[in-house]
C-alpha cells in the first residue's frame, strides 16, 4: 500500500496511507492528494478560525454569534424536515 508523510500541524509529522479517506484530493499535486492530511486540514482550519474570531470587534463578534444561532437553527429545521 502506497503511503504519504504529512508535515503534521500542532503534531509532528506522521505518515499515513496515500487514499482519500485520509487526504483531500488536489489536482495541482503530484499524487493527486493535499499536503496534510484531513484531521491536520481540520486543525488548521479550526485555528485559523480561533484566530479570526479573536480579532474581531465586540460588536462583530456579537453579529457572529447571531449568525450562527440562526445558522444552527436552519440546520436543525432543515434535519427535522428530513425526518
Ligand atoms: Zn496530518
Redesign the pocket.
Known amino acids: 500500500m502506497e503511503t504519504k508523510r504529512?508535515?503534521?500541524?500542532g503534531?509532528g509529522p506522521?505518515t499515513?496511507p496515500a487514499n482519500l479517506e485520509n487526504f483531500d484530493a488536489d489536482k495541482d499535486r503530484a499524487g493527486g492528494l493535499g499536503a496534510?492530511?484531513k484531521?491536520?486540514r481540520r486543525a488548521y482550519k479550526r485555528m485559523r478560525k480561533a484566530e479570526w474570531k479573536k480579532n474581531l470587534s465586540p460588536a462583530e463578534q456579537a453579529a457572529e454569534k447571531v449568525y450562527q444561532a440562526e445558522y444552527y437553527k436552519r440546520i436543525l429545521k432543515a434535519r427535522r424536515a428530513k425526518q
Not at 6 to 9: H, L, R, V
Open positions: 504529512c508535515p503534521g500541524f503534531r506522521h499515513l496534510h492530511c484531521d491536520c
